[in-house]
């Protein structure tokens, strides 16, 4: 007898006491919610009972008779009807009794496997472990076992003793595979984990074909974080499983290798950890470290902590791949020391320092980064004298995670320079580096304000993304990242507005959860909104079709339909994100997040012209001069993006006519500008334009002709140079 028939006959044995208790009403929508009924068939069937009592007697007809509308019920049905149940205690809680006291104890041993702990890897071994325990019982014929109920029933239990006393396998979970008297166990078990709904109808009902695709793959990781969500549970019960891991199953095993697709088990992962208010990340963390100390397979523990920190870093915990990849050096430095001079352990180092850099960069670390940087250059030229290469795709995925580093100091060139370097390297096959090698390019050459090539390149790398690795895809979304950044600095017009939300959108269904990469759409999509009020006529449009989606967000936009609170809205949201991943103390990653919002306050104070009581310009100014603060101590007081933030502060009291304050604040950012670019800069030129313009206000002419003279002087020696090239 397999699971579901053993399930439905504790039904049909608890019939009558289902029908008398349950209440209709009450558990159709949770049900239908729960795709354990259909919402057409079923609920016309139930409703038509004259009575509460013949409603509830159709209901369990629902759950016992199969039907073609049922083809999407959940194979844990009645684990899922179980938790429903449980949800009333005060109401149900003797009938739950009821049913887990119910054993059903003529079960097929021979064939019986659970679904939820088993998969094709492991089927061999189960079937090997069960004809093990269960030969006698085979060996026993139909005739035999009915003449023999009391001998049967006490093997029965032995064997149920047997099972809960098996040495545990953490990779394959024998312990849980066998069925039959041991079945009471696994139903006692209850999980929290709930179907996004939202998001699971809004890919049913899409019409586009990578949308379908995407709910297969999200029913799949569903269905892994309940088994997980299971073991957990389980692990806690059983006290012969107490001093085992989580982090060391086999279903943990696939779910790191699995890179593609493991953005998907983000948003179950976050519930998870919520649910039971433990942070499982931290927990995988430590059981990592201590495998690290206290086992003999350093190589293949190394091999996994980098899958682990890959996994944590695309979930946006920095400081835990921090961690990681610290205890990774620390133990292969320890091999190092032991005369242990193979290859593989020197490569293992330069991984980690190249990992190190990524985490640095996100903390704002530029000074660790570029020290970093300098190690993993030692190790490499080290390696070279002994005649060991470093394989391309590790030098490739170096020069990708320089190539940021160099964007975060404002070297630029630099940023460019290695983008190319990691591109002639790169497997034409690593489709995701490569994404990652033409992103960091676009934002070099978009900061350099070289227009038609960041344009090439940023629709380049979005048609590539949605290729190699589809729209579903968090590369295709930070692909469409790029090209919004673009677009904010270079079109500014309706069809900015229209490809900001479009990304938001998708990044919506892809994460399917308030992700950072979630909230950095909301930020673009805010500065897009921000541009598009403040400019009343288009100056470019891409004319390429990027997105396939037939909806129009932004119809025959004017300046005057725009709402400043649409801005704030998602310049706000971005923050609010941000604060719950980060925490409100974390005062440097929130640091982009605040200057948004800041930039925001400062455009509705500009275009409204109705804040009387200086709430929104104290707000600003308040977050502005706590950016001020963050990046004079991150990347010093002589830097770009300290200059930015005294440029945002001069635009801000130029919205309130403070024209003292706001030519203080441009000279100053004019300043660190020369010190910090060259004087054909872009962003030097049109800071220089900003204060003539600004003396222009003033009807300062004699400051507005200079200011406009050094600008016309700047681009003579640039057009002179290029034609000298």
Known sequence: MDRDNANATRLRVNRIALIQQIDTQELIPKLIRAHIISPDHDVQYINQGT???????????????KHPDHANRPANWFLLFRSILLENQSVYNDLVTALDNTIIRAPNLTHSKSYLFTNRSNVSQVNEHQDGINQDSIQKTQQQQNNEP????TTINNYQHHIKNIEFDRYVMNKVVIEGSFQKVIDNLTYHSQIPEHLFDQLSHSTNAYDHEQLYTEQKFFDNMCRIELLINLIKQEKSLSNQNIFDTEIIDLLLDDTLHQHHFYKYFFSLSSIYGIHYDQK????????????????????????LNQFLYNYGRYELCQQIIESIVQSLT?????????????????????????????SFQIQQAWARIEAANEIADTLKTTGIEIPNNEYAWFYSVISQTAYEDANFDACIQYSYKGLKLVDKNNHSLIIDLLCSLTHGLTSKWIMNKAQATALMTVQYAAKYCGRNSPKYIHALQQLVQYSNEFIQDPSSVELAQYTLDR????????????AHCHRALSK??????????????????????????????????????????????????AQDWFGVEDRIRLFPFKMSLAHALQAHISINLSDKNNTYFEDAMELLNDCLSIAQDIFGSMSFKVAQVHRLQSATYLSKKMYNEAERELNICLQIYKLC?????????????????????????????????????????????????
Do not use: M
């Open 51 to 65: 009575s509460r009592i013949d409603r509830a007697r159709r209901l369990i007809d629902c759950l016992l008779k």
């Open 677 to 725: 670019l060259p004087p054909n800069s872009f962003h030097y030129l049109v800071t220089n334009a900003s204060l003539g313009l600004l003396y222009k206000q003033q009807q300062n002419y004699e400051q507005a002709l200079i200011s406009f003279q050094n600008i016309a002087e700047s681009l003579g020696k640039f057009f002179f140079i290029i034609i000298q090239l």
């Open 284 to 307: 995988f963390v430590y059981a990592l470290k201590d495998s690290l100390n206290t086992q003999n397979n350093i190589l293949n523990i190394v091999e996994k902590g980098f899958l």
């Open 150 to 153: 009391k001998k049967n029933l």
């Open 528 to 577: 897009s909104l921000i541009n598009l009020a403040s400019i009343a006529n288009s100056r470019r449009k891409i004319q390429d079709p990027l997105f396939d989606d037939n909806f129009n967000y932004y119809p025959n936009i004017t300046t005057k339909d725009l709402s400043s609170s649409e801005y704030l809205y998602h310049a706000h949201e971005a923050f609010r994100i």
């Open 334 to 362: 320890k091999l190092v020391k032991q005369h242990n001079q193979k290859s593989i352990i020197w490569t293992y180092l330069f991984r980690g320092c190249c990992a190190l850099v990524q985490t640095h960069n996100q």
């Open 507 to 518: 990044a919506r269904i892809v994460y399917g959860y308030e992700s950072l990469t979630v």
